[in-house]
C-alpha cells in the first residue's frame, strides 16, 4: 500500500534540460515538501505546499520551481538543469497541522521513495 | 548557525548491543518538536520516534528511546539490542513552534556487525 510515489527512481538528463519530478501521495494530505539529499548534508528543504495553489519557498529554492495544481499532486521543476544539481530528491506530505500548534507523532511526513537524478 | 547537528558521521556496533546517535538542537522557542527517522539503502524514509518538547517523560517505541535532555538541548536515539536490519541512515529532525517545515541534521550512518 504505497501512499507517496514518486515517479521516476532513477533519472539521467543533461546540462540545461527541463526537468520534471512528480509526486503523488494517496492520503489526502494538505501539506507536501520537496527536499534534496545530499551526503554530508542531510535533508535540504526546496520548497513546499500548504494547499492547493500554495507554495513557499525552502532553504535552497534556487534553480528550482513547484506546480501544485491538485491536492494529490506536488510537482518540482528544474528549469534548466546544471550538474550540480545531481542529487537525491525526496517527496513527502503532511496532513496540515492547522492553526495551533499541535505536536503529535501522528503529524509525521510521510516520504516517498526517492528520485537519483543524474545531470551530465 | 546549524539548528540539528548529528556529529557522528558513522557509527559501527555489535549485534545485540545497545547504541546510541547523538542530536543536539538550536532553537529559541519553547515549543518544538524532535523527531528521528531511519533511512535502509532501498531509500524510503521511516518514522521513528518523537518528542515534544513538552513531553515531561522520554518517548520510546520498542527498542527504540529517545534521551531527551532539554537544558543540553540534545535528543538522542537510543536503539536497544541492535540487529543486522538496524543498519541504514539515522536522520534527526525538528520543527519549531508553528512554523511548517521539519529541519534535518546532517544523519549518521550505523552498521551493525554480527
Known amino acids: 500500500d504505497v501512499k507517496v510515489t514518486q515517479s521516476s527512481r532513477y533519472l539521467v538528463k543533461r546540462t540545461g534540460e527541463k526537468v520534471f519530478l512528480e509526486c503523488v501521495q494517496d492520503m489526502d494530505h494538505e501539506n507536501m515538501f520537496w527536499y534534496r539529499q545530499d551526503p554530508g548534508l542531510g535533508l535540504r528543504l526546496i520548497y513546499f505546499s500548504y494547499d492547493v495553489k500554495m507554495k513557499e519557498k525552502g532553504d535552497i529554492p534556487e534553480g528550482y520551481s513547484v506546480s501544485r495544481e491538485k491536492k494529490e499532486r506536488f510537482s518540482l521543476i528544474l528549469e534548466s538543469a546544471s550538474t550540480n544539481q545531481t542529487s537525491m530528491y525526496l517527496c513527502a506530505s503532511r496532513v496540515s497541522l492547522g492553526g495551533t500548534v499541535t505536536f503529535s507523532g501522528a503529524n509525521v511526513l510521510t516520504f516517498g521513495a526517492g528520485s537519483r537524478l543524474t545531470v551530465l | 548557525a546549524q539548528k540539528i547537528t548529528q556529529t557522528q558521521p558513522g557509527m559501527f556496533v555489535q549485534e545485540k548491543e545497545a547504541v546510541t546517535l547523538d542530536c543536539t538542537y538550536d532553537t529559541s522557542d519553547q515549543s518544538y518538536g524532535l523527531f528521528w527517522y531511519k533511512q535502509p539503502s532501498s531509500g524510503e524514509m521511516i518514522f521513528l520516534i518523537y518528542q515534544g518538547s513538552y513531553d515531561e517523560q522520554n518517548a520510546t517505541e520498542g527498542r527504540y528511546s529517545l534521551n531527551f535532555q532539554k537544558a543540553r538541548k540534545s535528543a538522542n536515539l537510543v536503539i536497544s539490542a541492535s540487529q543486522l536490519g538496524d543498519s541504514a541512515m539515522y536522520f534527526c529532525?525538528?520543527?519549531?513552534?508553528?512554523?511548517?517545515?521539519?529541519?534535518f541534521g546532517q544523519g549518521t550512518e550505523l552498521s551493525v556487525k554480527p
Open positions: 529532525a525538528m520543527r519549531e513552534g508553528q512554523r511548517r517545515k521539519l529541519i
